[in-house]
């Protein structure tokens, strides 16, 4: 039996309930495929933020350095500004371990209508490949002349030639093993440095690959594309912002942003990938029990894949299909009374 030591980060609101869940699930099919899980809980959130002033201790990063992955539930809490929460947490983490790729699979599922009338099981299903590092979340700016009529504030985008040529490669890498074609997400006709550059390099990586055809879409068309026609795209990269937003509504065309899961890859393995879930804390429904563990889980399944074990991985899938396709089991997000437990104790019968 192999082990794999795991980093658990719950975090806030949502996060404490859909972790136990997709926790229960790893261990449950880790059993039948001889793997093992080795957690260490961490209380790293804005609740320990409003407590000791830091969302992590500053040797957090450090103290998740050596594990095998990081499994986070979510992060957020009203009192909170956002970019504290996830510039004290999330986005060091990305950044130390060189998670450059954010990766969020997209589906319909049988049994599960989608909001956009064209989008039908077994015809969508796609990837985003988001920038996870640099682009349009740089660190470079800042404020002038707080609280005077001059106020200013400077955010600078960065895209570097190695950010954006790594990402791509993984992009063009990822396509060749599907259905062999890549959307370049763009604004260059508005945006005049850094989108031409982006343009430029996915003419160039696109070259050395050609297996995949791409093309590239302006976002604004490309985010009403998304809805109009989900079934034509296969693999979509962009950068950090556009990844970002595509993702999100990508989800809700599958049906709700509950489903969705995501991963935070190192692809050269140097250091710890992360996995989380995309719909984050929910304080609106934190603590009745009723939220949603399917991205949790599915990302646990990504988790699973990323550490070596892809049939353990597709089973989970597999579980979450069945689900969905054979029961009325759903959770109040998906329009049923379905408890988080009643939903995860339906996974662990269909695995």
Known sequence: MSTHRIALVPGDGIGREVVPAARVVLDAVGARHGVAFAYDEFDWSCERYLREGAMMPADGLERVRHHDAIFLGAVGQPGVPDHISLWGLLIPIRRRFRQYVNLRPIQVFEGLESPVRGARPGEVEFVVVRENVEGEYSEIGGRLNRGFPE?????????????????????????????????????????????????????????????????????????????????????????????????????????????????????????????????????????????????????????????????????????????????????????????????????????
Not at 165 to 193: C, E, M, P, Q
Not at 280 to 286: F, H, K, N
Not at 293 to 303: D, E, H, R
């Open 151 to 351: 106020e200013m504030a400077v955010q600078e985008s960065v895209f570097t030639r190695a950010g954006v040529t790594r990402v791509l490669d993984y992009a063009f890498t990822l396509a060749a093993t599907r259905r062999g074609h890549v959307t370049s997400a763009t604004k260059s006709n508005g945006i005049v440095h850094t989108l031409p550059f982006w343009d430029e390099l996915v003419a160039e990586r696109g070259a050395l690959h050609p297996d995949v055809r791409w093309d590239q879409e302006h976002i604004d068309a490309l985010c009403a594309k998304l809805v109009l026609d989900p079934a034509r795209f296969d693999v979509i990269v962009g950068s950090n912002l556009f990844g970002d937003i595509l993702s999100d509504l990508a989800a809700a065309v599958a049906g709700g942003i509950g489903i969705a899961p995501a991963a935070n890859i190192n692809p050269e393995r140097e250091f710890p990938s992360m996995f989380e879930p995309v719909h984050g804390s929910a304080p609106d429904i934190a603590g009745r029990g009723i939220a949603n563990p399917i991205g949790a889980v599915w990302t646990a399944a990504m988790m699973l894949d990323h550490l070596g074990h892809p049939e353990a991985a597709a089973e989970v899938e597999a579980a979450i299909a069945t689900v969905l396709a054979t029961t009325d089991v759903r959770t109040p997000d998906l329009g049923g009374t379905a408890t988080t437990e009643t939903f995860t104790r339906a996974l662990l019968e269909a695995l």
